[in-house]
DNA sequence: GTGGTCTAGACCACC
DNA sequence: GTGGTCTAGACCACG
């Protein structure tokens, strides 16, 4: 099934890549699966008080990327392979694990202190 | 000693907040200490290769939030207590690490399987 | 009705004082007044012939000093009350008198001649 | 004599044009005619708490307007014939007269009532 | 179409 | 050489 009830747009990021971050998220989690249909632009956008526009440009760009399938008139459908989907899942979490090591490296914290404040901040968050 | 050999300018952030995060990451680890002197504009913009008014634009933000101060033909110099910089370094990881929590979360990841990524990918980085 | 017909950019002032002043002098003129719509970035840049920047700059200011209220896709519209006008009038032309006054002395110039000069030369300007 | 006693720098016209400023009003004032010499670059830096290299600039321009005359060594002296006094004079003056009347109108103050004020004024300002 | 932001280039006063 | 400012061009989200 796919929702975007769980999205909270915030503010540095442009909002269609952090739907484009959203879907690609649902997709690794599996909570978004190859045919299922996404939901259109207009509810999109109403739900989320977001621009058709702005909606239509991240459909776009994951069509381009070969995740999605839009027919004029229809729904939009995931399109997806589970080789796809384990090459985003390993592409996506090493960025972010890199990304992480690396803010935490550039404030001096040293491996052990790291694993220390990830087991702590990780029930904080949301 | 103040130095910006170890910033890599990435894409998807503006320039100017890379290097004020990277400065407030030197105040945090101790590379850059009260009374340093901060690199002049010119120099970092032609080691980062980027135009001198993005590196003013990064240092005038600096001295609003208190942490440099820079008179007219003198370079500029860092002005910072212990306080701020305790203050800093919590501030800066808490939200570095909240957010790449929350990134980890959406794609299904648990703490655990969180845990041995990070001790996996800490050499890795550099 | 807001316009800049009558605005004519000339060399020493920067261009976006320049139109700051320009719609001070309409508001204290009463050319401008509380509601109306000003021209968007665009028409006025393609009008002066200078970059839409430069007039988001003299907006910005102006909506600062709490003259104009802008809405991100909609148009910027006047925001002053009647007490503001008075105090801006009042400010401006003590400001502006006062410092051709200055210039008038350091000539030799006696009030007399400037009166006389003042009255040949006001027909003049356009 | 020449003397730059009475000059105040303000803050929003550049120095070196305050200075150049300054010297053509001593000249239409009569304060400063031909033969006098003018102070040295660093009597006029230490007594303005300017840099040198700024009354070298406003000295430079003076000349190449042939108002002024330099030798290399010695003092630089006031070069000006009586009509370009006038015409000096009559160009200034001309310019101010046309710059308040400019802004008066823009404010829609008629001409009465710009006499009146001038009037006002004119013993006020210092 | 609208306003908002980031980056860039040129120029200024000053040491 | 230093920091500071004005103008310009490109891009963004949004209506």
């Keep these: 099934m796919v929702t975007f009830d769980t999205l909270e747009l915030k503010g540095d990021t442009p909002i269609y890549l952090q739907i484009i971050h959203h879907i ?5 989690a599996g909570t978004m699966v190859h045919g299922d249909e996404l939901p259109s632009r207009r509810q999109v956008s109403t739900l989320l008080g977001v621009n058709p526009n702005t909606i239509q440009k991240a459909y776009k760009q994951l069509e381009e990327e070969g995740f999605l399938l839009s027919h004029t008139g ?13 090459a985003l ?6 960025e ?10 550039a404030f001096g914290v040293e491996k052990e ?14």
Excluded: P, R, Y
Excluded at 96 to 105: A, C, N, T, W, Y
């Design 89 to 94: 899942k390993t592409l996506l979490i090493e």
């Design 74 to 86: 229809a729904k939009s459908t995931i399109q997806i392979t589970e080789e796809q989907v384990f």
């Design 96 to 105: 972010d694990i890199g990304s992480i090591i690396e803010h935490l490296k």
């Design 113 to 126: 202190e790291a694993l220390v404040l990830l087991d702590k901040f990780w029930e904080v968050g949301s």
């Design 24 to 28: 690609k998220a649902g997709l690794v």
